[in-house]
């Protein structure tokens, strides 16, 4: 799923520029070329259909532009739609004010609401935060239960944790380390 949805990403970002020329208005007769693949269009315009999974990957890549306002919107949008996949984007979000303002506890919130619903990444994440503490109240016993649902879905990364003896350090980028201690 994850590497279907990166390989759906780089098609997008490759192809992007071909589908640059928006927005050329005919004077009497309507617009031609309207804006139906750019990232405002889903930001704004477009009707999320229940389960539709394909349009989130523009908040993937509206975030990682930077837009993270536009992705935030594209991602709340997706949310509603029932796409599991956006809810730990917006607890990344959350967790660096991006687009929002930064909250440990919210960005927990969102991947405990995902976790409920079984979804194995969310699992993992909202047992690493309640391993550490990080924006919930630590509960040890608690997040190694959901590391290890994860870990029995397949989540390579929740099956290193708990073969490190549940060492959230094995999972966490070095770049969030000096926020985590």
């Not at 309640?130 to 016993?141: C, E, F, H, K, P």
């Amino acid at each position: 799923m994850i590497k279907t949805l990166l390989r759906s990403i780089t098609l997008l970002v490759i192809a992007a520029p071909a589908f640059a020329a928006v927005g050329d208005k005919l004077k009497d007769d309507g617009e031609l070329n309207p804006e139906q693949l750019g990232i405002d269009y889903f930001a704004n315009n477009y009707d999320f259909k229940k389960g539709d999974s394909i349009p989130c990957v523009y908040g993937y890549a509206a975030s990682k532009m930077g837009d993270h306002v536009s992705a935030q919107k594209i991602f709340s949008k997706c949310i509603a739609a029932g796409v599991e996949a956006a809810y730990p984007w917006q607890s990344y979000m959350s967790q660096n004010g991006y687009g929002t303002r930064q909250s440990l506890e919210d960005a927990a919130q969102w991947d405990k609401t995902s976790a409920e619903h079984g979804y194995k990444i969310s699992e993992f994440n909202y047992g690493l935060s309640l391993l550490r503490g990080y924006g919930v109240a630590q509960d040890v016993a608690g997040g190694k239960r959901l590391i290890d649902a994860a870990a029995a879905q397949g989540l390579d990364v929740a099956i290193e944790v708990q073969q490190s003896g549940y060492d959230p350090l094995v999972a966490v980028p070095d770049a969030d380390k000096p926020r985590m201690y």
